[in-house]
């Protein structure tokens, strides 16, 4: 007989799906988010804002700002950005029949700004106010216990803006905790005012591939892998087939007005969607935790390496590249950064594809994301060599459609000392594909002090068209 972990108390669904809501979502809070984007530099900003815009009611927005880049150095362009919502308009009130929470495109609208038509830290000083930075710093100074999230598309110097002001006119201690509010995520080093963020606010939450593309650093960097292809990120293992431009024309650009503005990609598909992408309340994302991974990559904290495309050596540590080891549609085990994000491919295409179904269709004629239910708290105990068990039985679907079950071990993310199996997985789960599954805890090929963490997730997947997945994380603690 298995021995039984040290303790794995049964309590009502509801504590159950409670403290799973705790490990990554609150059900009642939404992000706050302010974009940061250059657009019109390529089509890539343009593709991401249409995928953000199906999602809008994940997040608060409080600002959609035009900014400039490496790439667009002395423009902006907030009537792109409004052009976008106003096509978000046409098609709201039909998202809305589909999931609740969509904001009105006038209430966006409003939200619209803009940075100074100057590239990075020549727009950061005395002097080089900008609606953006005033709208960002109003956002900060807002009274809300909810971080102000900072997705960065572009160049980051509007946010260096408002944080030279506010460290320029208030206390240290007010200056500090103004920071402390910030959680920001940039696509690489689009200007220099990037590593100037980092050496000059050290208490800065800040989620980055470093370096400027002149070196090779788009290559190299984590978001790459939303839709790499053999040279660009060089994401072999993963399904290109979901990032072609022929797949977005069936799926994307033939839906109504919101697709119609989806721009054909000249280098890669919406680079700048992780950004955000893991803020997306689907269960497996916990942004405050960027080391456990999601659908934005997976990000560990330490000081980063000089690389030749840096533009100058990292001076503190900040959530960087980590890598995963994925098993790719090529049938071998793909270990890189990449793999962080091209892991989850299928999922976030098909969710896409669904939420471009729901500007135009009606509820009865589209695919809405199943809900995995855990039939035990979503945090667990255990010593080595016990059996835990797992079950999601309950789960549903709200259009009735039968489902499919998925319970992996997520071992990057956790902090339990577990080397592979010949299978090229570090555990065995038994009935991975069931409602119901189980586990032993390792004893071997543990290194010391062999105690920590192991991540579980579930992903449950409806059989609807597209097929969509939603997931949820279970926490075993292993104890001496």
Not at 7 to 24: H, K, M, N, Q, W
Not at 395 to 402: E, I, K, L, R, V
Request: charged share 20%.
């Amino acid at each position: 007989m298995q021995p039984r972990p040290t303790f794995i108390p049964r309590v009502s669904l509801l504590l159950a799906l409670l403290v799973s809501a705790s490990l990554g979502f609150s059900a009642a809070e939404k992000p706050r988010v302010s974009v940061l984007t250059d657009i019109e530099n390529e089509p890539d900003d343009a593709m991401s804002m249409v995928r953000f815009l199906t999602y809008a009611n994940h997040f608060e927005i409080e600002g959609l700002i035009a900014t400039t880049s490496i790439h667009q150095r002395n423009k902006v362009a907030p009537q792109t950005i409004r052009r976008l919502v106003e096509a978000y308009g046409k098609v709201r009130d039909n998202l809305e029949k589909h999931e609740p929470g969509f904001p009105t495109g006038a209430h966006l609208l409003a939200r619209v700004s803009e940075g100074l038509p100057v590239y990075g830290m020549t727009g950061v000083g005395e002097g080089k106010d900008s609606p953006g930075s005033d709208l960002l710093i109003r956002s900060i100074d807002r009274d809300d216990a909810r971080p102000l999230w900072v997705p960065v598309w572009g160049g980051p110097s509007v946010l260096a803006q408002a944080l030279w002001k506010i460290r320029a006119t208030r206390s240290p201690e007010a200056a500090a905790k103004a920071v402390a509010k910030l959680r920001v995520y940039t696509i690489s080093d689009q200007d220099d005012s990037g590593p100037w963020l980092r050496r000059e606010f050290p208490g800065l939450f800040y989620i980055t591939s470093p370096g400027f593309n002149a070196g090779g650093a788009y290559h190299h960097a984590t978001w790459s892998g939303i839709s790499g292809d053999y040279f660009h990120a060089r994401c072999a293992g993963a399904d290109f087939t979901l990032v072609s431009n022929e797949w977005l024309d069936r799926n994307i650009r033939k839906k109504g007005p919101l697709g119609a503005e989806y721009p054909r990609w000249d280098y890669l598909m919406e680079g700048d969607t992780p950004s955000f992408l893991g803020l997306i309340n689907n269960g497996l994302n916990a942004p405050e935790h960027p080391d456990w991974g999601g659908w934005g990559g997976r990000y560990e904290l330490y000081t980063p390496r000089p690389q030749r495309w840096h533009l100058q050596p990292e001076t503190r540590p900040f959530w960087s590249d980590a890598d995963d080891e994925v098993l790719g549609v090529d049938g071998r085990w793909h270990d890189n950064n990449h793999a962080t994000i091209w892991r989850w491919r299928v999922a976030y295409q098909n969710d896409f594809a669904a939420r471009m179904d729901w500007t135009i269709k009606p509820y009865q004629e589209a695919n809405h994301p199943p809900v995995p239910k855990l039939g035990h708290p979503a945090r667990l105990t255990a010593a080595r060599g016990a059996r835990v068990d797992l079950s999601a039985a309950d789960s549903t679907d709200p259009d009735g459609d039968a489902l499919s079950y998925e319970w992996f071990y997520y071992h990057e993310a956790g902090t339990f000392p577990v080397s592979n199996a010949r299978s090229g997985q570090p555990l065995e789960i038994r009935n991975y594909d069931q409602p119901k599954a189980w586990f032993t805890v390792p004893t071997s090929r543990v290194m010391a002090p062999g105690t920590g963490d192991m991540h579980i997730i579930l992903a449950v997947t409806d059989h609807g068209t597209p097929r969509l997945t939603r997931y949820r994380r279970v926490i075993v603690t292993v104890v001496p």
